[in-house]
C-alpha cells in the first residue's frame, strides 16, 4: 500500500485565505517531501524536510513534522489563485532494493477569487 | 536551464502494438526514474537508475514492461505488446541524490485503444 495518504481530499478556499493539507505515512523516514502538480503538467518540489526537522518555512510554505506520529502537514499562507493544483506528500524510506520516494494520494486545492 | 524532456507528450495506439517513452534527464543528475501516474493507483515508481544502472525495478508491473538507459543522457521505457490498462501518464524524473529532491517532466500521456 502507498507509503503516504493525506486529508483532505479536496479542499476549496478563497483567495486570500490559509490552507493546510495533512499527510499521515506508516514506516522509517529518511526525509519527507512536498510536490505541486498544475493540471497537465509534472510535478515540481516545494520543500523538504529532514526526519530530525520539526518545522520548515519557505516563503508562504510552513511545513511540520511529527515523526512520533508519522505526520506531516502543509500550510499555504494568504493563498493564491495561482495556488490552485494538486500538492503530494512523498516519503523517501530505505527498501530492500534502495532509497526509494513513495507518493501519497494528493490533495486537490482549489482557490477561488 | 533544461528540465527533464520527455516525449512524445501524447500517444494513442492500439491494443498489441509496441509502444517506446523517451527521457532526458538533466545533465548532471545521476539518478533517473520512471512513474506511472493512473486515477485509481496515484504515482507508482516503476524502475529507477544510478550512473545508468538499473537499482530497483520491483514497481515494473510484469515482463511487457523494460526500460534501459544506454547512456548518462537517455532512457527508454518500452511496453511490448501494449494493453488498454497500460493507458496512463507516464512521468520521469532525475536527481542528483536518491534521497534529494526530484525534478519531473511534463510526462507522456498514453492511451491503448
Known amino acids: 500500500s502507498q507509503q503516504g495518504e493525506e486529508d483532505p481530499q479536496a479542499l476549496s478556499i478563497q483567495e486570500g485565505e490559509n490552507a493546510t493539507m495533512n499527510c499521515s505515512y506508516k514506516t522509517s523516514i529518511n526525509n519527507l517531501q512536498w510536490y505541486r502538480q498544475n493540471s497537465g503538467r509534472g510535478l515540481v518540489h516545494l520543500i523538504l524536510?529532514?526526519?530530525?526537522?520539526r518545522e520548515k518555512h519557505s516563503g508562504r510554505l510552513r511545513v511540520t513534522l511529527d515523526t512520533s506520529k508519522k505526520s506531516s502537514s502543509l500550510l499555504i499562507t494568504a493563498s493564491r489563485a495561482a495556488d490552485t493544483a494538486s500538492y503530494f506528500c512523498a516519503t523517501n524510506h530505505r527498501t530492500g532494493g534502495g532509497n526509494k520516494l513513495t507518493f501519497g494520494t494528493g490533495t486537490q486545492l482549489k482557490v477561488e477569487l | 536551464d533544461a528540465g527533464v524532456i520527455q516525449s512524445p507528450r501524447h500517444e494513442v495506439t492500439e491494443m498489441g502494438q509496441e509502444v517506446t517513452l523517451r527521457c532526458k534527464p538533466i545533465s548532471g543528475h545521476d539518478y533517473l526514474f520512471w512513474y506511472r501516474q493512473t486515477m485509481m493507483r496515484g504515482l507508482e515508481l516503476l524502475i529507477y537508475f544510478n550512473n545508468n544502472v538499473p537499482i530497483d525495478d520491483s514497481g515494473m508491473p510484469e515482463d511487457r514492461f523494460s526500460a534501459k538507459m544506454p547512456n548518462a543522457s537517455f532512457s527508454t521505457l518500452k511496453i511490448q505488446p501494449s494493453e488498454p490498462r497500460d493507458s496512463a501518464v507516464y512521468f520521469c524524473?532525475?536527481?542528483?541524490?536518491?534521497?534529494?529532491?526530484?525534478?519531473f517532466g511534463d510526462g507522456t500521456r498514453l492511451s491503448i485503444l
Open positions: 524524473a532525475s536527481s542528483s541524490q536518491v534521497n534529494q529532491p526530484q525534478h
Open positions: 524536510i529532514r526526519s530530525n526537522e
